[in-house]
């Protein structure tokens, strides 16, 4: 009989555990303060499970006891059908296209019944769970480029199939994975080259297009000029120069036009040009000519979720309104509030201080989180770690930034607190796993 395991509290961090516990029951308060509805009683509109925060109890507890049976389960399990799991997850999203219901724009949606379930949401822990075991293989060289492109394709895969399925937003979150890979000796070239092609959307967002073309041609000529004795040994390094001005002119003139006229949809378009201040080109939009608008107010429903959603999160100050007592979150004037804009329910209701709080439990969280990643001996665990930390870091990143503003509205929920099942059962999943894993440090998973 193995005695590695006697008892399913051995080895277990319960600091991740009373964390959990802790943010997922902010959640539940932040959705019942955002969608009370007075004159119910309390008790009774909990056990009819009618109410979207009795619905969100019963998926905390559902994910509960799948965490439970997660912990009583083999680590190697984990590992041993990692790649099973991304098969599976991967069918889900190809099941999603004959089988969706529209929702609000996406297409990313399977109704049965009255439950809904989001397989893009789901497919995060079956890509975790397949980029650590690929890392973690004894043949596996990440420093050769074939590993490292095999490993991109591990998670831009099910990153394609959700933006076909109109769910950009959470498509971006699998690039979060390669925070992972770049812990694992991904070339920081890689990274820069990224952060500077993004640098480059928004510059051609901000600036006119023959403006940013004339800018781009300085800029490559004076590196031919600081550069010139190089050029004069290796013939190469001019070449170089040009390709790259030419990819560069190349994305600005027509890489961001196609994705914006072909990719994006109307109000992907809006949240983004919104959220830099500027009006969106006519010609962005599909389905509406230049001549439907004369005369016409250009109306940004994006500006308008935005700023209510900074007036609610301001209305706060130091010590918030008080549950129950917040007026733009309470009366409906912020869209999507026990959604994308949960934030403003906590804001509102429990100022500055209560939305610190949260943000200093979620710091807490994730550095704690690196700090079980650093001290695993098997790869696997390291980079499954790492993999549940890129994942929430990006969700809680974006969604604070975009509530106030600072990132466009691309609609990630808040992770433990934005309401939605498959959002709470995939973030509880990623964790337990974590906390299995991590109860066998010591052992060496492949």
Same mark, same amino acid.
């Given at each position: 009989m193995n005695q590695r395991n006697p008892s399913i509290s051995k080895g277990i961090d319960w600091r991740l555990i009373w964390l959990y516990f802790l943010i997922s029951g902010i959640g539940i308060t932040a959705i019942f303060g955002a969608t009370f509805v007075e004159g119910d009683d309390v008790i009774t509109s909990f056990l009819t499970f009618r109410t979207d925060y009795s619905k969100q109890f019963i998926f905390f507890i559902l994910s509960v006891i799948i965490g439970v049976f997660i912990l009583v389960t083999d680590s190697k399990f984990f590992a041993a059908t990692a790649n099973l799991w991304y098969a599976f997850g991967i069918l889900l999203l190809l099941l999603v296209f004959p089988f969706h219901t529209e929702i609000k724009g996406t297409e990313s949606i399977i109704r049965i019944g009255g439950f809904q379930f989001q397989p893009a949401e789901f497919c995060k822990i079956p890509v975790c769970l397949a980029l650590a075991k690929y890392l973690s293989l004894n043949e596996t060289d990440f420093s050769k480029t074939k590993s490292q492109l095999i490993a991109a394709g591990i998670a831009i895969l099910p990153a394609l199939m959700a933006i076909l399925q109109k769910e950009t937003g959470l498509a971006l979150v699998y690039f979060s994975f390669f925070l992972v890979m770049y812990r694992e000796g991904l070339p920081s070239l890689i990274l820069v080259i990224g952060f500077s092609v993004a640098a480059l959307v928004v510059l051609t967002l901000l600036l006119e297009k023959n403006t940013l073309a004339i800018i781009l041609t300085v800029f490559a000529g004076l590196t031919v000029y600081n550069m010139r004795r190089q050029i004069r040994r290796n013939k190469g390094i001019l070449i170089n120069i040009i390709l790259i001005w030419a990819l560069c002119v190349g994305i600005q003139r027509f890489g961001v036009p196609f994705i914006f006229k072909s990719v994006l949809?109307?109000?992907?378009?809006?949240?983004?040009? /919104?959220?830099?201040?500027? *009006?969106?080109?006519?010609e962005y939009l599909k389905g509406i000519e230049e001549s439907d608008m004369a005369g016409k107010p250009r109306l940004n429903t994006a500006d308008y979720n935005v700023k209510q959603s900074k007036i609610a999160i301001g209305s706060g100050r130091l010590l918030g309104r008080g549950l129950l007592k917040g007026t733009q979150t309470r009366y409906d004037f912020v869209p999507e509030q026990r959604t994308d804009f949960i934030f403003c329910t906590i804001g509102e209701g429990f100022g500055f201080v209560g939305s610190m709080v949260?943000?200093?439990?979620?710091?807490?969280?994730?550095?704690?989180?690196?700090?079980?990643? *650093?001290?695993?001996? /098997?790869?696997? /665990?390291?980079?499954?770690?790492?993999?549940?930390?890129?994942?929430?870091?990006?969700?809680?990143?974006?969604?604070l930034a975009m509530t106030i503003g600072l990132a466009p509205v691309i609609g990630i929920p808040l992770p433990f607190v934005s309401y939605g099942g498959t959002s709470l059962v995939t973030f509880s999943i990623l964790l337990f796993i974590l906390v299995r894993l991590d109860a066998d440090r010591q052992m060496v998973i492949r």
């Open positions: 949809q109307n109000h992907q378009v809006e949240r983004i040009y /919104s959220t830099i201040g500027k *009006e969106v080109p006519i949260l943000i200093l439990v979620y710091l807490s969280l994730l550095f704690l989180i690196i700090t079980i990643a *650093e001290r695993q001996r /098997s790869t696997f /665990s390291r980079v499954y770690a790492y993999g549940v930390a890129g994942v929430l870091f990006f969700h809680i990143g974006i969604n």
